[in-house]
């Protein structure tokens, strides 16, 4: 049961001057929305998975978070209302 409760809680955070981009692995099958989306190339797919690139351009536009059909993944950051 802890196994089953460790892999729902997995999460990797790319961090920067106070902006995080939370990617959740299990639930990314690799679609590329996100990536085609975002108009600041901060994100890429490796080994079928999302991946934060480049976390220094994002604008926070929530574009990513919005449109990921799987909830993958999740924008915080000073922009973002609640969430600073
Ligand atoms: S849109 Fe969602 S499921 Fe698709 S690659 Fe991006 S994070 Fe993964
Ligand atoms: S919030 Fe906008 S700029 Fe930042 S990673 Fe998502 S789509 Fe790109």
Redesign the pocket.
Same mark, same amino acid.
């Given at each position: 049961m802890s196994a089953v409760k460790a892999l729902k809680e997995e999460r990797v955070v790319a961090e920067h001057e106070g902006r995080q981009?939370t990617i959740i692995p299990r639930y990314c099958k690799g679609c590329e929305i %996100?990536v085609k989306? %975002?108009?600041?190339? #901060?994100?890429e797919i490796k080994d079928f998975k999302v991946h #934060?690139a480049r976390?220094q351009?994002?604008? &926070? %536009?929530?574009? %990513? &978070?919005i449109r990921c059909p799987d909830f993958a993944?999740e924008?915080a950051g000073k922009g973002k209302k609640g969430k600073s």
């Open positions: 981009i %996100c989306l %975002c108009p600041q190339s #901060v994100l #934060v976390i351009d994002c604008t &926070e %536009c929530m574009l %990513c &978070e993944i924008i």
